[in-house]
């Protein structure tokens, strides 16, 4: 079973930077999206970045202007770069890609990697 493989996490003090990267642990076919979500404690997990196999992006209201989600199709990897930390950032962050064959999607998600960002 392929699993997604996330690294980057960490401890920051606010208005610092983290780069999350998220790969696969073998190969899968026919990605399509890729996207970023984060869980905070107590709250329900949320999208946070997306991105399309054409590029195309969209971001949550909260992290507009401060994080970047891009991709490398030839590596099957997505980043989210985020910038200007704030605590209320503080979550395990998840990816997740979606692939789709025959018509039918398949998702994978990767176990998380936590954030925390001290004020």
């Known amino acids: 079973q392929v699993q997604l493989v996330e690294s980057g996490g960490g401890l920051v003090q606010a208005g610092g930077s983290l780069r999350l990267s998220c790969a696969p642990s073998g190969s899968i076919s026919s990605i399509n999206t890729m996207a970023w979500y984060r869980q905070a404690p107590g709250k329900q997990r949320e999208l946070v970045a997306g991105i399309t196999s054409g590029g195309n992006t969209n971001y949550a209201d909260s992290v507009k202007g401060r994080f970047t989600v891009s991709r490398d199709n030839a590596k099957n990897t997505v980043y989210l770069q985020m910038n200007s930390l704030k605590p209320e950032d503080t979550a395990v962050y998840y990816c997740?890609?979606?692939?789709?064959?025959?018509?039918?999607?398949?998702?994978?998600w990767g176990q998380g990697t936590q954030v925390t960002v001290s004020s």
């Open positions: 997740k890609m979606v692939s789709v064959r025959l018509w039918r999607p398949y998702d994978y």
